[in-house]
Each structure stands twice: as structure tokens, then as C-alpha cells.
Nanobody, 115 residues
Framework: QVQLVESGGGLVQPGGRLRLSCVVSGTIFSIRAMGWYRQAPGRQRELVASITSGGSTMYADSVKGRFTISRDNAKNTVYLQMNSLKPEDTAVYYC?????????WGQGTQVTVSS
């Protein structure tokens, strides 16, 4: 059974930073493409960043230059470093194992950017 457990969310002021972590079990993590998605109230879930098994990354235009996705295969963990946070980054952030059929999802972690 594949499990993904996110952590690191919270309340932060505009301009602040947070690092999200996602620990994956039940699959061979090193061969998997991983992604971070987010869903704000009343909006569809969107892909924020992804990283392939080889380390190639992709970012949504809205977070380029501010967010960095990385992975540590020895720890079965994927990270999302979020800098220069804006109120519009407020959302539930989900970690996912990206698959051609359907993704495996974590439970989500709330990120709130507010003064």
C-alpha cells in the first residue's frame, strides 16, 4: 500500500518561507516522478511543481523563481521550499506520486499566507 505523509504547512506572513516535506512508503520511490499540487477554496487542484526520477524539474508560472522542489531518494522524501510567499499561495498542498493512470495522493497540508 502506497502512503504519502506531508508535513511543514502552517501560517506565515507575506514574504515569509516554509518548507514542505512528503515521506513516501510502499513503492520504489527512486523511480517515481513526484509532484506538489495545491487547491485553494473554490478552485481546482493545480500542479505547482514536479520532479522526475532523474531530477528534472518543472514549475507553474505562478511560483517560478520562488519555489524549489527537490528529492532525497535515501530518505524517500520530496520537498517543496517556498520563499517569498504571497497571500495567493494560500491553499491545501498535496504531495503526489505521478502516474500515467491515476496519482497516489497524500492527505494534504494547509498553507496560509496572511498578516
Amino acid at each position: 500500500q502506497v502512503q504519502l505523509v506531508e508535513s511543514g504547512g502552517g501560517l506565515v506572513q507575506p514574504g515569509g518561507r516554509l518548507r514542505l516535506s512528503c515521506v513516501v512508503s510502499g513503492t520504489i520511490f527512486s523511480i517515481r516522478a513526484m509532484g506538489w499540487y495545491r487547491q485553494a477554496p473554490g478552485r481546482q487542484r493545480e500542479l505547482v511543481a514536479s520532479i522526475t526520477s532523474g531530477g528534472s524539474t518543472m514549475y507553474a508560472d505562478s511560483v517560478k523563481g520562488r519555489f524549489t522542489i527537490s528529492r532525497d531518494n535515501a530518505k524517500n522524501t520530496v520537498y517543496l521550499q517556498m520563499n517569498s510567499l504571497k497571500p495567493e499561495d494560500t491553499a491545501v498542498y498535496y504531495c503526489a506520486v505521478i502516474r500515467s493512470s491515476s496519482n497516489y495522493w497524500g492527505q494534504g497540508t494547509q498553507v496560509t499566507v496572511s498578516s
